[in-house]
């Protein structure tokens, strides 16, 4: 397929998100759209996709104008469009997902047996373990994740989007995508491949288009440019490599403001640690490493069975979220779209949820509080927003995370629980985020990163655990951080050779959890 988008502008109320844009792809070709957050990318794809009309300017496929593009006509063209925020149904199976308004059918009768059978072998060419007969609720954020992708290729497609395809996969999901893009290619097939991961872009990329700021820079061949001139292109400036933590001084307390005591679920076991106040450690592991459902566990998202957390005034119940929040605890979670937004609400509402939870008493809501609360967070962290009444899903991916990250900042808790917190955020305000969280654990917060991005390690962490198998097996202070130690840990390679580099004893973790350490009201989840 040859594209063209030409002069495209588009704006939403006094927000210009495009101005004069031009855009094209060539057959074969995987190209990569670089931008910070509100450059443009998502809104010039939504247009390609059907999904939004633009202001002016045309679309031009293989030589012929196209109008009135809808997202039905878009896939009738062969384009398919894979969203950054998952929009899959819950409630239905996978092949069902998989086949959603374009069905197998045999006299208006889905052929339900084609279907599943056609599902199981795109998914099965992915490599998943991802049976066409799950339900997509019980999936994981990263299975969602290659349901998502699995559906692009279902279907005979000439040109296939990506917006951060590869956020909640893992390395060798990773390369297994890349595979299948590279084959695809040869076959004709051309991708826009939109991350905010400089390494991934080069690896993949043939040509590179940046916008900034709704308008077009530059573009060009990546074996021309390096990632410093990419990242330069980006922001509009020169771009220091810098280390965020190395320019504040040590705030570490004494005291113990969240202590971990032989904590268990369904996928962890035998977890202990305690977090002092001023201190920011951050939760290291691969996906299965029960990283993901400790982080939910302690803030009474998930099941415990065992185990004990105690903050400064005594023990926690996790009876119920509204409470752990009221004791002092607040959690910015993974995967804003199922857990951090909610999208019928405006921004300014979705800024104000926790505080509505943990703090509110008065009978009623001041508008004028209300207002308050969102100015504040949007001075403090640089949201790029119109009106803050605007439905929260009008901004982009990255200032929908700052909403959230505000939102949990208005309960000024004493402990802050952050899953993957820079997740679809470009380079600049990544460095905005990790000089906020230094600067609130300056304040004596005491604050808990779960990632498995190294570079976020070092920006952040005054100690790194790692887990494997559901377990912390290592500690490393700041003076010991290794990439290359830290993924041993992470991979069971250390533990399988016998090695151990001796900056901080192994901690054997196993199976050793007792029911009856368990408050009775803490093993049942419960929703806040």
Known sequence: MNLEMKNISKSFGPVQALIDVSFSVG??????????????????????????????????????????????????????????????????????????????????????????????????????????????????????QLVEIARALLFKSELIIMDEP??????????????????????????????????????????????????????????????????ELLIGKTFTKEVVK????????????????GLCGELFHDVSFDLH????????????????????????????????????????????ISHVMRSGVGMIPRNRKERGILPDLSISKNNSLAYFTALHRKPFVSDKEESERFENNRRRMDIKVGDPDDPITSLSGGNQQKVIIGKWLNIDADVYILD????????????????????????????LVFTNEYPEIVQVADRCMVMYKGTIVKEFERKDFSEVAIMAYST?????????????????????????????????????
């Open 27 to 144: 057959p074969g070709e995987i190209h990569g759209l670089l931008g910070e957050n509100g450059a443009g990318k998502t809104t010039l794809m939504n247009i390609l996709g059907g999904g939004l009309p633009p202001d002016s300017g045309t679309i031009v496929i293989d030589g012929t104008e196209v109008h009135g593009m809808t997202p039905r006509k878009s896939n009738e063209l062969g384009i398919r469009f894979i969203h950054q925020e998952l929009s899959l149904c819950n409630d239905l199976k996978v092949y069902q997902n998989m086949f959603l308004g374009e069905e197998f059918t045999n006299r208006q009768i889905i052929r339900k047996q084609d279907e599943i059978s056609r599902a199981q072998e795109v998914l099965d060419t992915l490599r998943t373990d991802i049976a066409a007969t799950d339900l997509v609720g019980e999936l994981t954020t990263a299975q969602k």
């Open 166 to 231: 590869t956020t909640a996969l893992n390395t060798q999901e990773i390369e297994n995508l890349f595979s299948i893009m590279r084959s695809q290619k040869t076959q004709g097939v051309s991708f826009i491949y939109i991350s905010h991961k400089m390494p991934e872009l080069f690896e993949i990329c043939d040509r590179y288009t940046v916008l900034r700021d709704g308008r077009f820079i530059q573009s060009g061949l990546f074996r021309d440019i390096d990632e410093r001139q990419a990242t």
């Open 246 to 261: 190395d320019q504040y001084a040590p705030s570490v307390s004494d005291t113990v403001a969240l202590s971990v005591k």
């Open 277 to 320: 106040k001023g201190e920011i450690a951050v939760v290291t592991g691969l996906q299965g490493s029960g990283m993901d459902e400790l982080a939910t566990a302690l803030f009474g998202a998930t099941p415990v069975t065992a185990g004990a957390i105690e903050l400064q005034s005594g023990r926690l119940s996790l009876k119920q």
């Open 420 to 447: 993957n917190p820079t997740q679809g955020i470009d380079v600049g305000a990544k460095f905005a985020i990790y000089r906020l969280i230094n600067d609130i654990a300056g304040q004596g917060k005491a604050i």
């Open 492 to 528: 069971g390679t250390s533990m399988a050779d016998g090695t151990d580099d001796g900056t901080s004893p192994i901690m054997h973790g196993g199976p050793h959890c007792d029911t009856h350490d368990m408050n009775e009201n803490d093993t049942k989840e419960q929703n806040s």
